[in-house]
Structures are given as C-alpha cells and as structure tokens.
C-alpha cells in the first residue's frame, strides 16, 4: 500500500519562473491539502482539495493555484516567483470529508528559489 | 486569527529523562492533532484530542487536552534518542483548516 507520493524531491527556480508540484495520495484517500514549511518553522496550510474542489484556502496569494484530478491525485502551481517561496512544499491526504481524520503526509518537495 | 504557540522552543534533555511540550491558543478548540517530524523527515501524526480533558496513552508517549480546551500537551517519559525531532501541535481552526502550532524541538543526549 502505496503512502503519499510527491513529485519533484527537489527543484530549483529563478525568480519570476512558475512551478508545479504534483502529490499522489495515499491508496483510498480523496482528500488533499497542501503545506508550506519553510525551515525551522512548522507547515503553513495553503489549500485543501476534495471533490475537485478547493474547499479551503489559507493565507496564500492568487500566485499559488491547485487543481485536483478525478484520480485524487493533485497540483501545486506556483507563478511568479520570489525567493519567499523557497521552503519544503508537503502534500498531506486524508479520507472523507470530515476533518477529524489523521492527515498523512508525503516526504515533500523542497524548492529553492535563486 | 488564531495563535498557536508552543513551549519550550527547544530543549535538550539526557536520554531518560521526561520531556513535555505545551500547545496554547488564543480560542477554543473543537480538537487537536499531534504530528512529529523527525530531521530531514516529513510530520507523522500521532495523535488526535477530541474530549474535554482527554488524555491518551502510547507507550511513553501521554497526551493530553485541557479542561477548557484551549490548550494541550504532550509528555514523553524516559526519552530515547528514537524521541529526537520537533514535535508540532496542530489544532483544528474551523472550515477544513489544522494550524500547526511552532513547534518543540527535541535534542536527546546519549
């Protein structure tokens, strides 16, 4: 059984590019939020998707966009961007919609914008 | 917003001494996850605090949920260094959201 999955381990960008990170859930899970960790601190919520659909948002710009496919799997896109953004990028899945459910995480992306 | 702060920021102990980290927020909590993220790792939930002065046992680990659900802790007994890494309270804030607390970075001395 297949944990969560993250595409790249690792990226470097310049600023002002644009950047997508992909997340295969855990086997059976639906729902997918997506975290930013930059170091030393803890996992800032970004997004959460179920159903397709965004249903949650945190205090990220518009330059941070998601999408969900039918297969639960998810994207990450990141435009424009600064070197702010640099941190480790987490996918957490969970199953159903209530939000009393454990939240696997995957290993992340660490992305290091120059 | 909600705050979320943990105590102590750090802390270095010998190995089998107790360790325990404090979560305190600004609100009223519904509940509250346990995540421990080892270094280089990824967090791993541990643990999820629903009741009223819950408290909840695994191995060495003791967690528990205030009375007036506003704060939580977590208290490792004879720590190992297996126990090494930051532990993150991550409270449920409303609306599908968790937000994660600072964390406590644990340090175990061999």
């Known amino acids: 059984d297949a944990g969560v999955t993250q595409s790249p381990t690792h990226l470097i960008k310049t600023r002002g590019q644009q950047v997508t990170l992909r997340c295969s859930p855990k086997s059976g899970h639906d729902t997918v939020s997506w975290y930013q960790q930059a170091l030393g601190q803890g996992p800032q919520f970004i997004f959460q998707y179920y159903e397709e659909e965004e249903r949650q948002r945190g205090n990220f710009p518009d330059r941070f966009s998601g999408h969900q496919f039918p297969n639960y799997s998810s994207e990450l896109n990141v435009n424009a961007l600064l070197l702010g953004d640099s941190a480790l990028y987490l996918c957490?899945?969970?199953?159903?919609?209530?939000?009393?459910?454990?939240?696997?995480f995957g290993p992340g992306t660490r992305l290091t914008v120059t | 917003g909600q705050q979320v702060m943990q105590i102590p920021q750090y802390q270095h102990v010998q190995e089998g001494e107790d360790f325990t980290t404090y979560c305190n927020s600004s609100t009223t909590l519904s509940n509250i996850q346990w995540y421990k993220q080892r270094p280089g790792g990824h967090p791993v939930f541990l643990i999820q605090?629903?009741?009223?002065?819950e408290v909840k046992k695994q191995k060495r680990l003791t967690f528990q949920f205030g009375e007036a659900k506003k704060n939580s802790s977590l208290h490792i007994t004879a720590t190992q260094t297996t126990d090494v890494g930051t532990y993150f309270c991550a409270p449920y804030s409303g609306t599908y959201k968790y937000i994660f607390g600072t964390g406590t970075r644990l340090k175990v001395l061999a």
């Open positions: 957490a899945s969970s199953l159903g919609p209530q939000v009393e459910r454990e939240q696997y």
């Open positions: 605090l629903v009741k009223s002065g």
